[in-house]
């Protein structure tokens, strides 16, 4: 039976300051991450985390998305440390995935100062279509039902979280380019056992050819009553701000709740945005796209330049 993961009062600070002679706190060295995706958002990490979680050598917590570092960093080390007790000690890799960490300098900085030697995953997509889909996923949980010119101005992250190249413009100030390993979602997309190779190389596993690979990690269908969702999307965040992560992971992939709380089949509210909305779209993310292909020395110029609808799906 899985440790209850309940909150208890704990100084937030490095992980490794432990009681050397404690037998618990040396497990909870032994097991501390060894990395951590941090981002993007919309840009596979459904798939990474469901590769990571199927494979033998590497651990990750029940729960996806802890957002200790920039959300619930005042629970403590001892807090977020129990989330990989189950952790092997003959594992190869011990991580977690939260995807809104590229988004906070400061969780940035926590990160540098209590896990300075881990290795940090960041998976990029077309800026135009992962704003797109973050988008349909809020219309699909019922976060808004405004349209996307509208949304564009009531939700700024949708395009700010676009812009990978001012995020890991911080990154880089805190971590040398050797502990921050880009994936591209077009490589996923190309060929899912090539990324998954790279996947393997990132964290520092050995590469199982045998994973589900291809199977693919498609947007749910629309939410039958979006109140109910949205009501029950809040009540997810007000367990997780009382220590409660693990019950918030444990509903959010039940197979019996989704099909309850969504219809079959994938969800397309709004296939095709007008054309002059995602032509400024991508004409508002073009510098960033400028600024990260000198950064990477990657091609991009595919990107923004046909920009279309998008969903979650790799």
Same mark, same amino acid.
């Given at each position: 039976?899985?440790?209850?993961?309940?909150?208890?009062?704990?100084?937030?600070?490095?992980?490794?300051?432990?009681?050397?002679?404690?037998?618990?706190?040396?497990?909870?060295?032994?097991?501390?991450?060894?990395?951590?995706?941090?981002?993007?958002?919309?840009?596979?990490?459904?798939?990474?985390?469901?590769?990571?979680?199927?494979?033998? /050598? @590497?651990?990750? !917590?029940?729960?996806? =998305? $802890?957002? %200790?570092?920039?959300?619930?960093?005042?629970? +403590?080390?001892?807090?977020?440390?129990?989330?990989?007790?189950?952790?092997?000690?003959?594992?190869?890799?011990?991580?977690?995935?939260?995807?809104?960490?590229?988004?906070?300098?400061?969780?940035?900085?926590?990160?540098?100062?209590?896990?300075?030697?881990?290795?940090?995953?960041?998976?990029?997509?077309?800026?135009?279509?992962?704003?797109?889909?973050?988008?349909?996923?809020?219309?699909?949980?019922?976060?808004?039902?405004?349209?996307?010119?509208?949304?564009?101005?009531?939700?700024?992250?949708?395009?700010?979280?676009?812009?990978?190249?001012?995020?890991?413009?911080?990154?880089?100030?805190?971590?040398?380019?050797?502990?921050?390993?880009?994936?591209?979602?077009?490589?996923?997309?190309?060929?899912?056992?090539?990324?998954?190779?790279?996947?393997?190389? /990132? @964290?520092?596993? !050995?590469?199982?050819? =045998? $994973?589900? %690979?291809?199977?693919?990690?498609?947007?749910? +269908?629309?939410?039958?009553?979006?109140?109910?969702?949205?009501?029950?999307?809040?009540?997810?965040?007000?367990?997780?701000?009382?220590?409660?992560?693990?019950?918030?992971?444990?509903?959010?992939?039940?197979?019996?709740?989704?099909?309850?709380?969504?219809?079959?089949?994938?969800?397309?509210?709004?296939?095709?945005?007008?054309?002059?909305?995602?032509?400024?779209?991508?004409?508002?993310?073009?510098?960033?796209?400028?600024?990260?292909?000198?950064?990477?020395?990657?091609?991009?110029?595919?990107?923004?330049?046909?920009?279309?609808?998008?969903?979650?799906?790799?």
């Amino acid at each position: 039976m899985a440790r209850p993961l309940l909150h208890s009062p704990s100084k937030a600070g490095p992980l490794a300051q432990s009681d050397p002679t404690d037998p618990e706190a040396r497990t909870n060295r032994m097991t501390k991450p060894t990395f951590l995706y941090i981002g993007a958002d919309k840009a596979g990490s459904t798939w990474i985390y469901k590769i990571l979680e199927a494979h033998p /050598a @590497v651990y990750v !917590p029940e729960v996806k =998305d $802890l957002y %200790y570092f920039d959300k619930f960093y005042h629970f +403590g080390a001892d807090w977020y440390g129990r989330h990989f007790a189950g952790a092997p000690h003959d594992a190869a890799a011990v991580g977690e995935l939260s995807h809104d960490y590229l988004y906070s300098a400061e969780a940035i900085d926590r990160i540098a100062t209590d896990l300075p030697g881990v290795r940090l995953l960041v998976s990029l997509r077309d800026p135009v279509e992962r704003a797109v889909s973050h988008y349909k996923y809020m219309l699909r949980v019922g976060r808004t039902r405004a349209p996307l010119s509208e949304a564009l101005e009531i939700f700024p992250e949708i395009l700010d979280h676009s812009r990978y190249a001012e995020h890991l413009t911080h990154v880089y100030k805190r971590f040398p380019p050797d502990q921050v390993r880009l994936l591209w979602f077009d490589d996923l997309k190309a060929d899912p056992v090539g990324f998954g190779r790279q996947l393997c190389e /990132a @964290v520092g596993a !050995p590469f199982f050819p =045998d $994973l589900p %690979y291809e199977e693919r990690v498609l947007e749910g +269908g629309r939410a039958r009553a979006p109140g109910l969702v949205n009501l029950l999307r809040k009540g997810g965040w007000a367990l997780r701000a009382i220590g409660l992560s693990r019950l918030v992971g444990i509903a959010k992939y039940n197979p019996l709740l989704q099909r309850t709380l969504f219809e079959r089949g994938r969800f397309d509210a709004n296939a095709a945005p007008p054309a002059d909305i995602l032509q400024a779209m991508a004409a508002s993310l073009a510098p960033d796209i400028h600024q990260l292909q000198a950064m990477t020395g990657r091609d991009l110029a595919g990107w923004g330049a046909n920009p279309r609808s998008a969903s979650s799906e790799i």
